[in-house]
Each structure stands twice: as C-alpha cells, then as structure tokens.
T-cell receptor, first 114, second 113 residues
Framework: AQSVTQPDIHITVSEGASLELRCNYSYGATPYLFWYVQSPGQGLQLLLKYFSGDTLVQGIKGFEAEFKRSQSSFNLRKPSVHWSDAAEYFCAVDPLGSNYKLTFGKGTLLTVNP | DAGVTQSPTHLIKTRGQQVTLRCSPK?????VSWYQQALGQGPQFIFQ???????QRGNFPDRFSGHQFPNYSSELNVNALLLGDSALYLC????????????FGPGTRLTVL
C-alpha cells in the first residue's frame, strides 16, 4: 500500500544544534515530495518541495532536504536550530498524475531547549 | 492578499447533526482541496474541487460532501455527525495550471459531542 512514514514522533534538540527529520515513502514511482510545518493554531506552511532534478532542495527558514531514490527517503535538515523552529513537521507526497492529492505522514513534533 | 480564509474558527455540534464549513481560496487560485486532521495525526485528503466539480476524492464516506461556487469559494458539508468526525478541517487552494505552491488556511476546529 502507498504510505508515508515519519519514524520519529517527537524529537528534542538544543538551540543551535543540528536537526534531521526522517521521512520514507512507499510508492510505485517517485512522487512529488513536500515538507510542511505547522505551529499551534496555524495552518500548514510549505518549507520546501521536490519535483525533479537536483536531489538537494533548499527551502525557507534555512531548511534543506535530500531526496534519495535508493532509500525512498526525503529527510529534512537544518544546521542550526532556533527556538522559533519548535513546531510539528509533516512530510507529504503527491503521486504522479495527481494534482495536490497529498498523503501526509503522521508528523514529528520538534521541541527546542534553550 | 488575505490568503486562504476559513470560517468558522471553532464549532461544536452533537452527534447526528449536520455541519457546513466554508473556505475562500487565495486570490488567483481556482482549485480547493479539503483535509481532515485528527488529533495527533497528519492531514487526510477528503476531496478536491475545480470548475465547481469534485475532481478527486479520498477515502471518506458519502456523508462528506462539498460544493464550489463560481467565485471559487467552497463549502464542506458533513451529515449525521459522529464522534470520530471531531478534527481540524483544513482547506487548501492552488492554481490548476501551475505546480506552484498549494496554500493552506488556518482550519476549522470541529468538536462533536
């Protein structure tokens, strides 16, 4: 079955530390890939997306993600976390031929310690 | 630009009732998608409207229906509410001719008692 897996439910990091959030997908062909962030009481904000081409994608707020076809992964990274990055992060896929019929992972809650 | 707006912000209903949620897309967008986000879960795709027709649908029962108006705004209707329908309902808009970003609204929090 097609699915998106975010293995880490909750991650805690110290401010200034590096961050990596994991995402794996299971689809027949490489879908379009997205990372969204959701702060309490807010809607979803797009951090970055991968459609094709360069497998290292730069996004907003200093985030980047790397697509690895061999591992069916699209992990999100940030070299130095700020307290304002505390939020819930969702990986999502859009199967080829769809038009934003997104399937989301269950999310990873990020806590940032001062 | 107001972005995607949704109303109401919060709603409390009882089992068996019907509810209507509303969404206004971002200016210039013609496609509206609806998602249900249960507590502690990622959003789940309900359906998508374009040119006033349902174009794509997720795995939701017929109790969930929608409408899109000529001005591209949209409504989500849920009949015969169940406790399990309690969730944050998110609306998202996009422009069908472009793979540009899909924008999400802040959501409507529905509580079914």
């Amino acid at each position: 079955a097609q699915s998106v897996t975010q293995p880490d439910i909750h991650i805690t990091v110290s401010e200034g530390a590096s961050l990596e959030l994991r995402c794996n997908y299971s689809y027949g062909a490489t879908p379009y890939l997205f990372w969204y962030v959701q702060s309490p009481g807010q809607g979803l904000q797009l951090l970055l997306k991968y459609f094709s081409g360069d497998t290292l994608v730069q996004g907003i707020k200093g985030f980047e993600a790397e697509f690895k076809r061999s591992q069916s992964s699209f992990n999100l990274r940030k070299p130095s976390v700020h307290w304002s990055d505390a939020a819930e992060y969702f990986c999502a896929v859009d199967p080829l031929g769809s038009n934003y019929k997104l399937t989301f992972g269950k999310g990873t809650l990020l806590t940032v310690n001062p | 630009d107001a972005g995607v707006t949704q109303s109401p912000t919060h709603l409390i209903k009882t089992r068996g009732q019907q509810v209507t949620l509303r969404c206004s897309p971002k200016s210039g967008h013609d496609t509206v998608s609806w998602y249900q986000q249960a507590l502690g879960q990622g959003p789940q795709f309900i359906f998508q409207y374009y040119e006033e027709e349902e174009r794509q649908r997720g795995n939701f029962p017929d109790r969930f229906s929608g409408h899109q108006f000529p001005n591209y705004s949209s409504e989500l209707n849920v009949n015969a509410l169940l406790l399990g329908d309690s969730a944050l309902y998110l609306c998202a808009s996009s422009f069908v001719a472009s793979r540009d970003e899909q924008f999400f609204g802040p959501g409507t929090r529905l509580t079914v008692l």
